[in-house]
């Protein structure tokens, strides 16, 4: 991975690390440099989860709830004292839901709606809002390094249904939705930010064989997070506030 041989990731922090992307992510990123401090946050810590913690010593978990803030906040101090006065160097938003009453304009409850902006948007809002001041530290104390994920940079995770130009069907409203609008508020993030110098992108990382993603598709959680690790790799300024998937596509919004 290009960003991190070249200049090291000091810290990651990733949210909904019990299964599927959010478990590879942790196990790729303990994998790849004993130095990096890799961050496992999650509403409970699942039996692969705790595999994982107590079998890298620069892996910790930390409980966290988007929904709640007094949780997230409770979060953040816990990771305070893990990186101390180096920050967070790269948070990667990873929490979502996609429901499975989700099924069409008419056939989708309000509820549905409620829940996924809940936490598809509002929970990757908080979490990002309580946490910058330690991704903004990470990017002041490495002011040599170019704008990138080694530096500084928040990782949403969003989805090529977030599209609103490619939408060619009504499947998965709620969670299209909540993920268009998840962009959106990726886009306004990354113009705030980057007076910092700090990144904010969304990320596609393909259609997953995992709990949301189904059996039928066509990708592994390691190959998927193969993908992510390239995104990581070559994101500069010049992907600010963009969608990206693999090889460094950009998805229309």
Known sequence: MKVMKLYGIGSVVVTGTNRGIGLELVKYFSAQDKDTK??????????????????????????????????????????????????????????GIRTSTDVGTFICPEKDLDDSFHINVTGTHTVTRIFYPLIKMAA????????????????????????????????????????????????????????????????????????????????STNESVEDIAQIIGHCSVDHKGLLIAKDMQTIPY
Not at 68 to 88: E, L, M, R, W, Y
Not at 172 to 192: E, F, I, P, Q
Request: with cysteine; net charge negative.
């Open 140 to 219: 002041a104390v490495n002011p040599n390094l170019p704008v990138c994920c080694a530096r500084g940079a928040i990782l949403n995770v969003s989805s090529n249904l977030s599209s609103i130009d490619d939408a060619s069907d009504s499947f998965c409203v709620a969670y299209r939705v909540s993920k268009a609008a998840l962009n959106m508020l990726t886009k306004c993030t990354a113009n705030d930010v980057i007076q910092d110098n700090v990144l904010c992108v969304a990320i596609h990382p393909g259609w997953v064989k995992t709990d949301m993603g189904g059996g039928q598709a066509p990708l």
């Open 38 to 95: 890799v961050i496992a946050c999650s509403r409970r810590l699942s039996p692969e989860l705790e595999s994982v913690v107590k079998s890298n010593d620069n892996v910790s978990h930390v409980e966290l709830e988007v929904t709640s803030i007094d949780s997230v906040q409770k979060a953040f101090h816990s990771v305070s004292n893990i990186v101390g006065d180096h920050g967070v160097n790269l948070l990667i938003n990873n929490v």
